[in-house]
């Protein structure tokens, strides 16, 4: 009986803890009530705050039953605030307040956003109303996102970069901000699924696969902007070189003669002895064009077909 006594107490206790946590930010006011939003505007210029087209205010009470619509759907009850004018008295959502992404996540939780909380935004503590404007006032998807990421923002401006600044995509078309994926990305399984996209033709499946471009496009590429075309990490051959070696052909040095003995016959060697270095240190892709992989093997080599020349 004091085991189950004890026990008792203590789900009581967390009950109450749990409540408690729940109503932060309420008014703690037994006698507050709901009063509707005609009220608020007796005080407060809808066309001001802009709430006139705001989606919030088109909301019906059979679409979300059992929460009030209007201004104190986010604002709770406004019956003390409007007599006595505190704002004390009712959900103000100043930035110092703790409870302002709770309350949105009261609604929205269920509405495509049960990641939030693993989110990298939500354990960095950014509130919903540093991205997201209220009563009215409405973020461009990109214009919020600058705020934080500068730096992404100004690769954008690099020589070879994503159509972002010239309106054809913005920042939610490869990340979801309230996602826990890896960069936000929305992509389940590889982060290459985000590039696939739009770029299908590349995904494959080949034959004669590249094994990065299975891997990770950000191998190669960057997302966001580079100088370099293509949006290439580095230049040829540099880029190639960080996994792959010269061929051999790079380091011969044939005879200077002009005419040089190939398989018993004469041939003009109109580059000299540099030739070969010409040949072999410039684009790879010159001779190897189809670097994302390949459904026809590479006859003329030894490498069953991963040459990748086709």
Request: proline share 5%.
């Amino acid at each position: 009986m004091r085991f189950q006594g004890k026990l008792l107490f203590l789900v009581v206790a967390a009950v109450l803890l749990v409540a408690a946590v729940a109503t932060a930010g309420d008014v703690p006011m037994a006698d507050n009530a709901y009063i509707g939003s005609e009220a608020c505007f007796d005080c407060h210029d809808a066309a001001d705050l802009g709430m006139q087209a705001d989606v919030h205010m088109q909301i019906q009470s059979f679409e979300v039953q059992g929460r009030e619509v209007g201004c104190e759907g986010c604002h709770g009850p406004g019956k003390l605030h409007a007599e006595e004018g505190d704002p004390e008295l009712i959900r103000t959502f100043a930035e110092e307040a703790d409870y302002s992404n709770q309350v949105c996540m009261d609604c929205h939780a269920t509405k495509n956003l049960p990641e939030w909380e693993a989110s990298i935004h939500a354990l960095e503590a950014v509130a919903c109303t540093e991205c997201h404007g209220v009563h009215g006032e409405r973020n461009k998807p990109n214009e919020a996102c600058n705020t934080c990421h500068a730096d992404s923002r100004a690769a954008f401006e690099l020589p070879s970069h994503h159509p972002l600044r010239e309106g054809k995509m913005n920042c939610s078309s490869c990340h979801n901000p309230h996602s826990a994926t890896e960069f936000m990305l929305k992509s389940r399984m590889r982060k290459a699924d985000v590039c696939y996209t739009c770029h299908q033709g590349i995904e494959g499946p080949y034959i004669f696969e590249h094994p990065p471009v299975q891997e990770d496009c950000s191998l190669c590429h960057l997302p966001h902007g580079s100088a370099v075309n293509n949006l290439l990490t580095a230049s040829e051959p540099t880029l190639c070189l960080q996994c792959h070696d010269y061929h051999f052909h790079s380091g011969y040095r044939p005879p200077e003669d002009e005419i040089v003995d190939v398989g018993g016959f004469e041939r003009e060697n109109p580059w000299g002895h540099e030739g070969f270095r010409i040949a072999y240190t410039t684009n790879c892709t010159g001779c190897h064009a189809r670097i994302h992989g390949s459904d026809t093997p590479s006859q003329t080599t030894t490498n069953y077909g991963k040459g990748l020349t086709q």
